[in-house]
C-alpha cells in the first residue's frame, strides 16, 4: 500500500520542487522586508526546522553572518534550492507513523570517488514538521 501511496505523490512532490526552484528568487526577495521566515504556508517551500538564512546562524564555514543585500537575498534564495519543499514533503505529503511508510537510503558506488545518492520512501526523521517526510533524492555524488 505505501509504495502506490508514494508512486501517487511522486508527480505533486515533482511539481512542487519545480515550483520551489521558480519561485524561490521572489520568496527570498519578499523575505528581504519582511524577514527570514515566511507566513504561513509560503514557508513550507523551504526548510520548517530553519530560517531563510539556513546556516548564517550557526555560523557554518564560508558564510559570513553579516551578510546583507545581494548576498543576502542570494544566501536565501540558494538555501531555498537546497531544501525545497521541505514543508510540503511533511505537511502534505508526510505520513504520520514511519512503520506505515518505507526508506530506502543507498549510497551505489561508481568509478573512482564517485557515488549515486538515492534516498526514496519517507525520511525516518521528522525534520521540523508533524510528519515523517517524504524523500526523493537520486543524484551522483562525489566522495
Given at each position: 500500500?505505501?509504495?502506490?501511496?508514494?508512486?501517487?505523490?511522486?508527480?505533486?512532490?515533482?511539481?512542487?520542487?519545480v515550483?520551489?526552484y521558480?519561485?524561490?528568487?521572489?520568496?527570498?526577495?519578499?523575505?528581504?522586508?519582511?524577514?527570514?521566515?515566511?507566513?504561513?504556508?509560503?514557508r513550507?517551500?523551504?526548510?520548517?526546522?530553519n530560517?531563510?538564512?539556513?546556516?548564517?546562524?550557526v555560523?557554518?564555514d564560508?558564510?559570513?553572518?553579516h551578510?546583507?543585500g545581494?548576498?543576502?537575498?542570494w544566501?536565501?534564495?540558494?538555501?531555498?534550492?537546497?531544501?525545497?519543499?521541505?514543508?510540503w514533503?511533511?505537511e502534505l505529503?508526510?505520513?504520520e507513523?514511519i512503520d506505515?511508510?518505507f526508506?530506502v537510503?543507498?549510497?551505489?558506488?561508481?568509478?573512482?570517488?564517485?557515488y549515486?545518492?538515492l534516498w526514496?520512501?519517507?525520511?525516518p526523521?521528522?525534520?521540523g514538521?508533524?510528519?515523517?517526510?517524504?524523500m526523493?533524492?537520486?543524484?551522483?555524488?562525489?566522495?
Amino acid at each position: 500500500m505505501s509504495y502506490l501511496l508514494y508512486a501517487a505523490y511522486f508527480m505533486p512532490n515533482f511539481l512542487l520542487v519545480v515550483a520551489a526552484y521558480i519561485i524561490s528568487p521572489f520568496l527570498a526577495l519578499w523575505s528581504m522586508k519582511y524577514g527570514p521566515v515566511l507566513p504561513g504556508k509560503w514557508r513550507w517551500f523551504s526548510t520548517l526546522n530553519n530560517t531563510l538564512d539556513g546556516w548564517i546562524n550557526v555560523f557554518h564555514d564560508g558564510v559570513d553572518p553579516h551578510y546583507s543585500g545581494v548576498r543576502l537575498w542570494w544566501n536565501r534564495t540558494c538555501w531555498t534550492w537546497r531544501n525545497p519543499c521541505n514543508g510540503w514533503q511533511s505537511e502534505l505529503l508526510g505520513i504520520e507513523a514511519i512503520d506505515q511508510g518505507f526508506t530506502v537510503k543507498k549510497e551505489i558506488p561508481l568509478i573512482q570517488k564517485f557515488y549515486v545518492k538515492l534516498w526514496l520512501g519517507w525520511n525516518p526523521g521528522k525534520r521540523g514538521g508533524n510528519y515523517h517526510p517524504y524523500m526523493f533524492q537520486c543524484s551522483i555524488r562525489r566522495k
